[in-house]
Every structure is written in structure tokens, then in C-alpha cells.
């Protein structure tokens, strides 16, 4: 008797989601400015390869990034979101896992969609 193969159907999803997430940041100019969308990305920040502010990372469990006119450097990879943020008055070097976002957002348009972050669990911090 042959084994019929499962089909992991949320796997497929949230790999069909995250690649929205790509295509929308990849429309996104290299460097914002205010005639940008004002998109949000909510991030988990105990997933094991997101690089941000340590003290966001200390103090929530997850983040919501604006992207409009306060980033610089913008790299989209297969992987992840690559730029300096301005948090404050400085640009930061930040990396964000297409695996570690919990939700994207573009209020003026309407548009929102919610993704199952995938490997978090909490860093060890020295």
C-alpha cells in the first residue's frame, strides 16, 4: 500500500504571503521620501536573524516599522528587507526576515495582510 503524500497547505501560504511582502517592498524606491506609501511591517523581534536597535529588541516581543520617508539603502533579498531606518535622528543599519514579519500594511489603500512569523524564540543577550 502506497502512503499518499500530506500536503502542507499552511507552509504553502505563508510562503505565497511572504512573497507579496517582497514585491510590495520591492516597489519601493531605494531611498523613501514623502511622496512614498506609508507602509508598515510588523516584525517579531525574537526571530534569530532580525537585526534592530537592541533596546527595541529588549523591550517588545514585536515592532511595527513605518517605510515612507525615513529609510535609506533599501535591499530586497529572497531572504529578507535590508536598509538604514531613521530611528530618532539617525540612521540605523537594520535587517528584517521576510520569515520574522507578522504583517504588512498600506492604510491609505486599504490594504493589509497577516503572516505566522516562523523560527522565533528568544536570543540569548550578553
Known amino acids: 500500500m502506497t502512503s499518499i503524500p500530506k500536503i502542507d497547505y499552511a507552509k504553502i501560504m505563508g510562503s505565497a504571503l511572504r512573497d ?3 514585491q510590495v517592498m520591492l516597489g519601493l524606491p531605494r ?14 523581534t525574537d526571530h534569530s536573524c532580525v537585526v534592530l536597535p537592541q533596546n527595541l529588541i529588549l523591550a517588545h516581543r514585536e515592532v511595527t516599522l513605518l517605510f515612507q520617508n525615513g529609510y535609506d539603502d533599501l535591499k530586497i533579498s529572497d531572504e529578507g528587507i535590508e536598509c538604514n531606518l531613521t530611528f530618532g535622528d539617525k540612521l540605523i543599519p537594520v535587517y528584517l526576515p521576510l520569515k520574522a514579519i507578522s504583517s504588512i500594511s498600506d492604510p491609505a489603500s ?10 522565533t524564540h528568544p536570543k540569548a543577550i550578553s
Open 20 to 22: 507579496v511582502v517582497r
Open 31 to 44: 531611498t523613501g521620501d514623502e511622496t512614498c506609501p506609508r507602509i508598515y511591517l510588523s516584525v517579531r
Open 110 to 119: 486599504g490594504f493589509r495582510i497577516e503572516l505566522v512569523a516562523e523560527d
